[in-house]
């Protein structure tokens, strides 16, 4: 094909519609959805099933599991704070074990949850721990690690509406 301003033209138009068209796929891909998972059932959780604990609120997958939380939160506490945290109601502030600052390159994942640590020490004993000692190290204690991104607002009822003919 013999090149020519037309055949230039063209292609650079083709060109810039393909770049469009990705840039338009990449702007209608939502951004990652967090799912938090019932601290008791390990299940979705039910978005119209909380409540508040400890200065944030915790989902459940069902009013059972949320019963059976309130009956005894201690067994499924660390879970719910992990729920606090991966829902970014609380962000990390120092390490969850001592309470030092984080240090670079010191960083897990845990449940979703990127989490960071003062030393290699720490790091490497939480990375050596079994899943559920993981989570109630690093979870158990929240005020070590962790704040509240603002605090939780009371539940307030709605304003009652004037009676008619006022």
């Known amino acids: 094909m013999r090149m020519t301003p037309r055949n230039v033209a063209g292609w650079g138009l083709g060109l810039a519609t393909a770049w469009l068209v ?12 967090i799912e938090p998972m019932c601290p008791v059932s390990a ?8 409540l508040d604990f400890h200065g944030g609120r915790v989902w459940f997958c069902c009013k059972t599991c949320k019963q059976a939380f309130e009956a005894d939160p201690s067994r499924s506490t660390p879970l719910a704070h992990q729920q606090m945290v991966l ?11 001592d309470g030092a600052g984080v240090a670079a ?54 304003p009652e509406k004037p009676a008619a003919g006022r």
């Open 105 to 158: 390159g010191t960083t897990l994942d845990l449940g979703g949850v990127e989490v960071g640590f003062c030393s290699d020490a720490c790091r490497t004993r939480i990375n050596q721990a079994a899943i559920d000692d993981q989570t109630r190290l690093v979870f158990g204690n929240l005020g070590r690690g962790f704040a509240p991104v603002k605090p939780l607002a009371p539940k307030r009822l709605p």
């Open 43 to 50: 299940e979705p959780c039910d978005p119209k099933v909380s």
């Open 22 to 33: 990705v840039a338009a796929v990449a702007v209608a891909v939502p951004a990652m959805k």
């Open 87 to 97: 829902t970014r109601q609380f962000i990390q502030r120092a390490c969850p074990l």
